[in-house]
T-cell receptor, first 112, second 117 residues
Framework: LAKTTQPISMDSYEGQEVNITCSHN???????ITWYQQFPSQGPRFIIQ???TKVTNEVASLFIPADRKSSTLSLPRVSLSDTAVYYC?????????????FGSGTRLSIRP | GAVVSQHPSWVICKSGTSVKIECRSL??????MFWYRQFPKQSLMLMAT?????????EQGVEKDKFLINHASLTLSTLTVTSAHPEDSSFYIC?????????????FGNGTRLTVT
């Protein structure tokens, strides 16, 4: 099981770029890295997923170094609505979906 | 695509009664769904894996007779909290993954807030 470690909380301001790093030293060869966003009283929402190098979509970028032991979620020009908890998950779907563990997540607070 | 719906979004019940929570995959068939519980300011904890047409697999420490899971169709899984007590008050979330898609991310419902009085 690939355990993940993230900062408990982060603060930033509107318009800034925010980078949240996740450590996953025990990542397995078949594991993918997936990031979710969760607002209070809502289910987690998929943000981005990657295996190696860099992945970019309309809301975020995901940077994964060659050793894959960590990953960084990059949120460009954050706004107040990006205040949420962000979870980094590591695992192989579907074979080990039940073994994917939610870590503590990072509570991101954006200030005006 | 890949929408997962939960119902109800919130429910209040009296201690000793049972409450059923539904999880539906709206635009795909899900042979496997997952049920989580989340207490305030804490992370999601996997309770059980729901398998269509077979018994659910419960995580260690989760009472299968208290949290009844039924996955009778490819688009519906239900979680019934039996003889609910105030300590069962929590946020319950389900997830599912579209079949046949390697490495497809899990898709989550919007959760059900259960309050037991």
């Amino acid at each position: 099981l690939a355990k993940t470690t993230q900062p408990i909380s982060m603060d930033s301001y509107e318009g800034q770029e925010v980078n949240i790093t996740c450590s996953h030293n025990n990542i397995a060869t078949n594991d993918y890295i997936t990031w979710y966003q969760q607002f209070p009283s809502q289910g987690p929402r998929f943000i981005i997923q990657g295996y190696k190098t860099k992945v970019t979509n309309e809301v975020a970028s995901l940077f994964i170094p060659a050793d894959r032991k960590s990953s960084t979620l990059s949120l460009p020009r954050v706004s107040l609505s990006d205040t949420a908890v962000y979870y980094c998950l590591v695992g192989d779907i579907p074979s080990s979906a039940s073994k994917i563990i939610f870590g503590s997540g990072t509570r991101l607070s954006i200030r005006p | 695509g890949a929408v997962v719906s939960q119902h109800p979004s919130w429910v209040i019940c009296k201690s000793g009664t049972s409450v059923k929570i539904e999880c539906r995959s709206l635009d795909f068939q899900a042979t496997t769904m997952f049920w989580y519980r989340q207490f305030p300011k804490q992370s999601l904890m996997l309770m059980a894996t729901s398998n269509e047409g077979s018994k659910a697999t419960y995580e260690q420490g989760v009472e299968k007779d208290k949290f009844l899971i039924n996955h009778a169709s490819l688009t519906l899984s239900t979680l019934t909290v039996t003889s609910a007590h105030p300590e069962d008050s929590s946020f319950y979330i389900c997830s599912a993954m579209p079949p046949g898609q390697l490495h497809s991310p899990l898709h989550f419902g919007n959760g059900t807030r259960l309050t037991v009085t």
